[in-house]
């Protein structure tokens, strides 16, 4: 089996992690999976959802979108069809449930952060490309935070990273690029801290169901690329 | 750690299937586990979607709904909302991917399925159960297909079913009802074919993240309690 | 003239009323005229709407909908199609204006009865069923309200109930099914109190218009009609 | 009693009917019931709705909407609220029926007649002054659609019209004004043809209930009422 | 080049702008520039938008419509469709802006001033009509405030007023109506307070492009077009 | 006056058009306009609407979006919100226009080209940076269809630009940057074709009026600032 772009079972696509890419958020990342490109915003604003009023603690949202033209063949505009798709829907829902795993809410005071993952090209692999920079994102918000004297302590509890795994021909490999996620037998989506937690897990069977055996190389591969993600995020960070 | 139901650990709450619950869908069922009851109708209609035409081959989508009052306090209805809710969505568009993955849609001719799952009376695991009652109901629907000459042979690959698992309390738990799913730490659900093929595996951290091995000992109770619930739709097709 | 249920034309189907059909609801009835199978549930809340704030009365309010396939054929989800039909629009309307109609606002206090009239199976009838239903559903949350102490006298006036009646063949009938709702000349849906005050008289002319004295004839066996299924709901509080 | 308009009970207020109101509708007319103003327009477009194509019968179905400031203190435009109201849905259907009862579809050819009912001033009696125009305007669409060789016969087979009836300060009267119907006891909407055959009764009680001899009381009125609105039809019809 | 009409190039239709035209509306006005014919109702309520809150200044906003028939051929009704279309959201913020051009809103108090233009008949220059209406009614409302002791001075600045010219056939004209409209070169809409400053200028090109000598003799026809219509807008206001 | 930008007042600011700037649409320019940066891709389709079928021409339409976080404070996504704005509909109708006014449809056969301007920061004169970018992408997008053989001529008649200008503290200013066009008292877009023609031409007074005199500096800036932007896209397109 010869992966569509030569790279090895275990190989992620080449990653960057791009900060300061906007200048308004208090935190923007560009961030490159491959051909995979996603802006990442985190804004900063008072207030919470009516459900956390009064209690001290913080909240996290997100919103995912992608460009019309973002994907090979354009796709209707969501904002024009007056109503975001199901997949968008679930992805943000993803995206945000992952996001507020990484977070102390009760460090945060009564402040919401929102994170809006924008696609402007892709190639397979947005969301876990989107909660990789996102990550990163908030960190910039949480300093900024800091450094204006919103928050005292960091609310982030531990940085997560996210990467995607499957069984393509039969052969487990990790970070699938579109030609590979069109074609796989299974697609499983893992988003993990940088210290080895999982955060969650979503394996789909695409065609044929899929072993136990086939799920623990899949979660193997998943544990090595989320390291070397989270490598990376702190060398974005350090930079 | 004592189950606020007073079950073991690896003990499915009382489980029935009822078939023909309604008088005019092709298949009808009322699943119920414990006090979570759901209606999985699923509709025979001749045509398929647009990207599909002409492919000789069938379709099958599900829509999801709770009544106002199925919960402990009531929800907007969606309908007078205008739109479906996020949750909603993702688990509508769980139970058609699942489904799929139990037909051969080459079989099914250029016919939809339409699978409608109405809660009527939710207590947890509102969504494993649709499944595993809709997977019922899509065998009487193929069943009176192949009697009524509209397809020659049964579209159904494997019977699938579905249950969630999770930790609550440090102790990992089948089959989680309302007042342990709200505070487990994680929360999974499994969905697997009558012959242990993995369909779908959604593992999500609550609060703490989990480990490999947390995530192996549910993966064994699913397996557990997917085989009794297997058994089940098997004895109730039989009836 | 025969019937196609080979009923009398004066002879309602036969009519159940079960009370606590579901285990959240203040109060929960599934009404059954003959096929037509209708949940009906009463949800109080604490407050009211805007324009009847701080006037120390209360407020109910209704809503309807059916099950995709509580029809012979499988109808769109008002939910997906993100609006409620207009036929959906005028019978809840018509069931709020009616049971308000029952009940002393001023005697419930500032909370809201919410009504819940959701069709399983549908067979003729599913309106004045939910009427006749939601009439005992909300009689057992007036009891609750009282239990609890929310209100202090019952804020129900009068029991209402409800039934159709129409010329189908020429002739004068009761409680029409679908076979003869879909062939009736004239359909009149009449609401009136147990003591046999007029509520609510709707009658339309299908193809034909009708005379004073067809219009006297109907009225007459709605009278009829009406207070056979007052004593019903009657048995049905006292059960 | 006297009336707030120093009417009789069973004395109609002013009516004008004026033809060709504005110019580009098939048939236009402006109707005004006292303060009550209407402008009815009738539009015939080649086609049908799907569920009559190749039927070779046509159709006819009706919109109603209120300027924003029709009434005495503004209401919100529907068209940006994005949706109309639920009196809107139930009025503009009442319009549409009690207007198919009044025209042979089968004559009519595969055209399909959109009737508009647009108040400009308000002051009770909306719908009925609608039907009323209406049927007046589409008298008009029907005799130039024969003169333009579209249809062979006339489609109307009888006129209609409508006036309420109601009990107000204990007192059945006539054709009901904003001050009396927002104080009666019961408002009754009542539709006729010119041959006196009814269309469409609705009485609503809207605080006691009323009796079956207030309902005949109501019932003669309005037989008197519209008979005067028939001639009146004609009158302008014939001018 | 003979114009349509008979026209001269600088001639504006016969223009009439008839005061209380509906009953309710603090200022409500009936223009007419030829066949185009539009209400314009100004209503004043209570209170602004939040972004004002506490300012102690009032606002202005304009909605516009056109009723299905108004035109040759009937549009979907934009209140059934559930949107407002691209034009009329273009049109009614053009309404707005002009408005709040001539009108002091510090010395409005925190009231806002509704505008509704309502298209009952159209003929081409709907939007410069609405907005020569509109400016009268607003002028009547503000009277209205004043006799009512709402407001102390006349927040009304200047008055304005509007008309649209273009290039026909290769001729610059002043108020076009539908038939030029339809196949003018270039449209431009002007509005020009009653001294004669420009309040906005939108100039577009229907097919080939405009030079700058065509800008200004359009632009001086709408001078002298405008300048007529502000002396009918003082007679009316003095009638 | 000195500009915030310290530019000089005919002075544009830097402007860089960068081709190719994602790998899927036709044609696709990253446009920066100082700190405004707005993607343009220009999608090529098969097919024409409804209105132009069987005509043998084709179309361009244009949508405009905005990353929620493109500004200052963040904005709702549309998408979320379920409609469009005002503001975005104005702008994206705008775009659509003009760029049709550089295109001979009859030349570019049954095609639909889409235009999408995604605004990712934003600093004032997002609509001019959108024309004048989208403009170079529809001239990559006609090349690679004649390169296809899709079409044979080039459709393009004339590349159009566009520019802002207003009155800033008294003095016509050039291209405007969001501190000035927060602060102006008139904002004019304009729009020509690299050979001088006015395309469009929308001029607003914000506070006081503007005169003819004040209306001739800003169309002579506007001149000036679109001969200069034609310029890059010329060097653009050659790059």
Known sequence: MIRPSGRQPDQLRPVTITRQYTCHAEGSVLVEFGNTKVICNASVEKGVPRFLRGEGKGW????????????????????????????TVEIQRLIGRSLRAAVDLSKLGEYTVYVDCDVIQADGGTRTASITGACVAIADAFKKMQADGLVKD?????????????????????DLDYPEDSNAETDMNVIMTENGGFVEV????????????????????????IAELSEMQKAALAG
Chains 1, 2, 3, 4, 5, 6 share one sequence.
């Not at 960091?154 to 990790?174: R, T």
């Open 60 to 87: 996290l949202t997100a919103e995912y979108g992608m460009l019309p033209r973002s994907t090979g063949s354009r796709m209707g505009r969501e904002a024009a069809r007056g109503k975001q798709g199901g997949r």
């Open 202 to 225: 979503q394996g789909t069977a695409e065609g044929e169901t899929f072993s136990r055996q086939e799920l623990n190389s899949m979660l193997e591969l998943a544990e090595k690329g």
């Open 154 to 174: 960091n609310p982030m509890k531990e940085m997560i990273a996210s990467v995607s795994v499957g069984i393509y021909q039969g052969v487990p490999v990790l």
